[in-house]
């Protein structure tokens, strides 16, 4: 992993003259070279529509598009290029849930979130809620920061159609077992959805062995370019569910009657769809297969060690998040005294870029009890003297701000 901060470009430059520390890969990643050159290559040498015209540069088009939902299938372990379906973001996969699948709820159905949600998997369902009568429950989070998993159980039951989770909190790093929120679902008939946004781009995901029907994330976040998401869906649901969008690309034929509707994954993009990203895409994801998934963990699994010694070790500094368990490389931490947008501010003018705020989990917010937090979150090219530096500017702001 040493050489891996070398592949980025933006790593280079300089922030208020100060080596730039990129702390906030939770909220996007950034891009190796060989992704940037892939989307300037598409646009240099193959730009076309997809699936229109028996030419050269549509079939070149054509073929790079399609070759970026297999590489997706191949590395989630997905049946095939069928179940994945590209949207803009895992917002726009989970709007697509909320209505496709949604739509067959009645008035008195049940759906099962968490209290761990990002507003991605907490709105959607809401409005869906509010469309059709159906009732919201919520699964509690421990003292310690984890899925209170008996009590997600026990509310799992006869009325329940739709449990929606996390698999990886984007404030507190907790990783959910995923694998079991799928069973539960499975054991009462109900779909399994699973907020991979912070998942997939951390730890090896397997579709096949977690056992879940949809799972959501963002290529942003995974060293892809923004503008392009994915919705993984077992073929037997996606087959049974009417499209979100509809109108060119998505159909098989039209009359002024009606339309049938093109198979899958098509039958879900309607329209022209981002075909740069997915170049940029598909570079993204044979990045990190060339990494290795496991070595990404590993990093960073000792990169939080090392960060949450670290930054523990600092007075009247106070680290949320679960002590033990499975947890992806994101330190949520206040300290005391300061506002979490000063913080951000002060570590800004050392180079070192971090997230304050609510992160997009106003009730996990409240839940914890606080009104904001700092955020601190790690992917392959970060190091421990990034570390080193984010500890020594703390030290510095505290200083300022005299706590
Ligand atoms: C970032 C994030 C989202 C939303 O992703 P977008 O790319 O902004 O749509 C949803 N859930 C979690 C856990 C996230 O971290």
Known sequence: MKTAARDFPILSRKINGKRLVYLDSAATAQKPLSVIEAEMEFYTKSNANVHRGMNTLSRMATEIYEQAHSKTAKFINAKGMQEIIFTKNTTESLNLLAYSLGEKLKSGDEILLT??????NLVPWQQLAKRKGA???FADITIDGRLDMDGLASKAGRRTKIIAATGASNILGTVNPAK???????????CSVIDAAQAVPHIAIDVKRIGCDFLAFSAHKMLGPTGI????GREGLLEEMDPFLTGGDMISSVTLQGAEWNVLP?????????IAGAAGFGAAIEYLEKTGMENVEGHEKELLKYALKRIGEIENVKIYGPAKGPRVGVVPFNIEGMHAHDVSEMLDRHGIIIRAGNHCAQP???EMGIGGVCRASFYIYNTKRDIDALAIAIGDAKKVFGV
């Open 135 to 137: 009732v919201i429950k």
């Open 180 to 190: 079991e929120i799928a069973k539960i679902a499975k054991d009462c008939n109900a």
């Open 115 to 120: 209290k761990m949600e990002h507003h991605a």
């Open 266 to 274: 098509w039958k879900f993009e309607a329209g022209t769809p981002n």
């Open 364 to 366: 996990l917010m409240h």
């Open 229 to 232: 998401g994915v919705l993984h």
